[in-house]
Every structure is written in C-alpha cells, then in structure tokens.
C-alpha cells in the first residue's frame, strides 16, 4: 500500500487534515487503530459519559502513580475510534484566549499567533449562533449551542454577573472573560465530531481508512519513507511518497518517535532502540488541566436528576432515537465561566463548566437527588509530566506521569478557584435552589481541608498536549518546528495537541482540529492571510479581578 501522505490517528486533528489534503488532489491513506463510532453511544450528545469508559472506544489509558494526589492513578481516556478523542470527549468548543497563541509565537512558533490562527478557526466552522467577523460560515464542523433553558444553568450566568463578573455573549469570539452560553459540536441532534465533519467526505474523495495498530515510522537515512503497523497479527509496510504525519494523540505521538528512534537517546538505548535522532523534548512538557466539581444538593426538583432512572433514560434515549431533539440532543454543559483568578493576571485562568446535575464523568451521581455542579480548575498550571516508553514493545502503553500539583503555586490557584466558585454560587440567582454543599463539603474551610479534598477528589478534564512541544529548528528542547517538521528527520511531522507549546484556556478540541487545518497548508504550502481582529482584554486587568 503506497500513497502521497500516509497520517496515523483518525482523530481530531488527523481528519482535518486528511480531508484538507484530499481536497487538494493529494492521495492519502489513513492508518486507525479503532474501529466505527456508529451507535447511539457515540452519536447522542446527552450519552457522552458512555464512550470514553466503553473499552471499544477508549484506549483505557491510566496515569503513574500521582505522589501529589495521594498516589491515585487517574484515568486519561483518549479515543480509539474514528473521530479519535472528539468521538468521545464532551463536544465542548473553546479556540482557546487570543493571549495563549500570543504565547505561542513568543516561545518559537512562529507563524501561530492569533492573527495567524484565527482563519484557520474560522475555516473550519459552522457557527450556528448569529454573525460575527470572528466565527466561519462555510466551514465543515457544524458548531451549535444547546437551548440553556434549564432554571440552574440560566442562574449560573445570572449570579456570574452579579458576583461582579462581565456577561458574554460568544467567548470564542471578541470577549472570553465572563459568563454566558457554550458553543458545543452537535449538529441536528448528533454528536459532530470530526468523523462525521471531515473522514467521511474525505472518504468520498478518495481517502483511504487502513485499520491497523502503528508500530513505528520507517526511516532511511533520516527519511520517513512509510509506517509499519500490524493488522490480524501481520506485519505490512504502509509506504508514503511525500511524508509521514503523526496525528495520534499526545500520549502515542511522543510513543511512536521513540519507537521509531527519534527521543533521548539514552532513554532510547535502555529500551534497545536505535537512535535515529537524540531529541531531548520528546514526550517531556506534558500538560493537562486539572478540576474539581463544586457540588450542591438542590431544593427544588429541577436539575435533570427527574431523568436518572430507568425510564427517564428510556425516555429521552427514545426521544433522541426518533426525533434527535431533546434532553438527549444536548451535551448539557450548557453555560460557560471565564474569570482571572486575581488582578495583574492578564486574561482568564480559571475555566467553570456549569451541569444542571451532581454526576460524575463515570455516570453515578454525588447526589441523593437533585443537585447541581461546576466544575473548576486553573488553566495554567506550572507542573509539567512525561511520556516514557515502558518497553520497546509497541502494544505496551507508554508511562504516563503527569506531576500533577507538583508546583506550590498549584495549590494556591486550586484553592482560589474552589473559593470563587462558592462565592458565585452563593449569589442571589441561586437562594431559591442552593442546598447544602456536597462537595467540598461546608466544613472543609482551612487551606489544608481544601487541599485534602484537591488531594482525593481532584480529576483530569482530559486535555494533555505539549509532549512533542513546536518551536525554532535551532533550540534544543522543541521536537518540531513551526511548520510541525520532526527535528532532524526528513519527510515526518507531527500534526495534534502534542505539539502545543503551551496548554490553551478551556478544552482542547478546538485547538487541536485548527492545527489539522493549519498544518495541512504548511504541507501544501500555503497559507490563509493573516487577521488583524483585536480580541477584548479586561482594561483594569492590573489593579482589578473583575
């Protein structure tokens, strides 16, 4: 099997670019370790805890031992499926703040700023909310927003402004500090994730989907010339004219350069591999956000915990089955929070994901009943992890050891955010509905107690990146340049959230898919010209927290 460009990882960046390249003429074959996202499990919105606990849809990753968080190992779903993670995640849309790619370009990306980036968020849109000069019209994935009819979702934005916070209509647009709607990857009822946006009109022009386990790049003379995968316990060449890219997730991205010999060499000789390219940065820099949900019981029976039994999941599963509309057509996270945790913070770094529902990620509820939650978290964290081979066998995971709460300035930001958070909760919109508190729980006051229930409950949102960190060609830490070129290696890139430099404000769909976009060009050798919106930055931000 031959083809002009051969990418491994059909997920949210690898989609994008197959059918970016497609489009151009180009031949490619896609190599996918899973297998269909078909089935109401993935395709209703409202099912979303299902897939990414499901071993058919998930890789079942699962962290080192965290020494911070009391040794707990914490689960890292990434998808294994088409569509990859965005067949599994929570189908929320955040591009990120227009400061992160400032950052961005200031660490050696060069290229990726936000005048650079934001026409490649905009190509690739659907914006269902109204018109902007910020948001895309034409673009492949449909971006829509739930109905936010719910009494608490619609209390979690009214007490945001009167804690003292800006309202905002579209946080992905001018203004992302403040409260209002999210935008969610749903389109006529259905999960659209980039399986159903990209794959399956890049299958229509020709993109053909392999389905097979990656095993390592083939590399002569500093040339990827192919990958090798194994498919029914047989070993094939997948061979590619022009370029090998890497779209498979920042935990297999890292894995497969060094089982392909591009890493720390000495990392690399333990495991007997041969060093193609002694890279130093590659699987280091791992990030992720942390949270934690702020629970409260309700006093009045609104939440959707009326849906929680037998029949009322029989019920909306109907509904949606049937008619796509519904509770079940909706990812639930339905209202947005961006704030700074403090002043002379230059733009938000605390993320609130409001749900009308004391659940966990797992399905089982924190409530006896009614109750509602948000979950927080600061979005930029100091702490940074690894990605390390445990052997050089490529059906063993990689060591996944994110050194989460590593740094002190961790836990002063977790505990700001859990105390802002109570602060807004307990605002007038919430007196007729706010019960008592779950989670933390009202005892837990003190710096310690709030560390205590960081240290136990805290969970990742499911959102690592920067193990294959993009900067200049003649700095010793990146792994790919700004044109996402493997370092030292001809005819290889890397295309996901592992090159980002650094983690980005909210979750990382959005960013992820925009760099499919954005690489795909680079590959190509074009690029869309540059846009000179200005996006809105609190003008106190110096001497002010809201």
Not at 274 to 298: I, P, S, T
């Amino acid at each position: 099997m031959e083809s002009d460009y051969v990418i491994v990882g059909a997920g949210s960046a690898g989609c994008a670019l197959a059918y970016r390249l497609a489009e151009a003429g180009k031949s490619v074959i896609l190599i996918e370790f899973g297998g269909s996202d078909l089935g109401p499990f993935i395709q209703m919105p409202a099912a979303l805890s299902y897939p990414m606990n499901m071993p058919l849809y998930d890789w079942g990753f699962q962290s080192e031992p965290e020494p911070n968080l009391g040794n707990r190992r914490l689960a890292t779903p990434r998808g294994k499926v088409v569509g990859g993670s965005s067949s599994i995640n929570g189908m929320i849309f955040v591009r990120g703040n227009a400061q992160d790619y400032e950052h961005w370009a200031e660490s050696g990306a060069k290229g990726w700023s936000y005048r650079d980036v934001l026409p490649y968020f905009k190509r690739m849109e659907t914006w269902h909310g109204g018109t902007s000069e910020y948001r895309g019209k034409n673009g492949p994935l449909h971006v829509t927003r739930g109905p936010g009819n719910n009494p608490l979702t619609k209390a979690f934005r009214k007490a945001g402004v009167q804690a003292g916070y800006d309202d905002t209509e579209d946080y992905n647009g001018h203004q992302q500090e403040g409260f209002g709607p999210y935008d969610m990857t749903v389109y006529k009822g259905r999960r659209w994730s980039t399986a159903n946006a990209y794959l399956r009109p890049a299958k229509d022009m020709g993109v053909k989907v392999v389905r097979g386990l990656a095993q390592r790049v083939i590399i002569k003379d500093k040339v990827a010339t192919g990958v090798e995968i194994l498919q029914g316990g047989q070993t094939q060449i997948i061979s590619a004219r022009s370029e090998v890219i890497l779209s498979a997730s920042a935990i297999n991205s890292p894995k497969l350069l060094m089982l392909s010999g591009i890493g720390p060499a000495e990392h690399l000789r333990e495991h007997g591999i041969e060093v193609v390219a002694d890279r130093a940065g590659v699987g280091k820099n791992l990030q992720d956000h942390l949270e934690l949900y702020v629970q409260y019981n309700a006093t009045k029976p609104v939440s959707l915990y009326k849906y929680w039994s037998l029949l009322g999941k029989a019920y909306v599963g109907a509904r949606w089955l049937f008619t796509k509309t519904g509770i079940g057509a909706s990812n639930q996270f339905e209202m947005a929070g961006f704030i700074r945790s403090k002043s002379g913070v230059k733009y938000p770094d605390i993320q609130f994901h409001f749900l009308p529902i004391a659940v966990r990620y797992d399905g089982k509820t924190a409530a006896s009943g009614h109750g509602f939650q948000a979950h927080v978290g600061p979005m930029r964290s100091v702490s940074r992890g690894e990605i390390t081979l445990k052997s050089n066998n490529p059906t063993q995971a990689p060591r996944i050891f994110f050194n989460y709460m590593s740094d002190p300035s961790d836990w002063e930001d977790f505990r700001t955010c859990i105390r802002h958070t109570r602060e807004i909760i307990g605002q007038n919109a919430f007196d007729q509905f706010r019960g008592d508190e779950i989670q933390p729980g009202a005892m837990a006051q003190s710096d310690a107690a709030l560390d205590d229930v960081i240290r136990e409950h805290a969970e990742s949102a499911f959102h690592p990146c920067g193990t294959c960190r993009m900067g200049a060609a003649d700095d010793a830490t990146p792994v790919v340049d700004p044109e996402a070129r493997v370092i030292g290696v001809s005819g290889l890139r890397v295309a996901d959230s592992s090159i980002f430099p650094r983690i980005t404000n909210g979750n990382l769909n959005a960013p992820s898919i925009m760099t499919g976009e954005k690489v795909a060009d680079h590959i190509l050798g074009r690029s869309l010209p540059p846009e000179d919106l200005q996006a809105w930055q609190h003008p106190d931000w110096e001497s002010k927290q809201r």
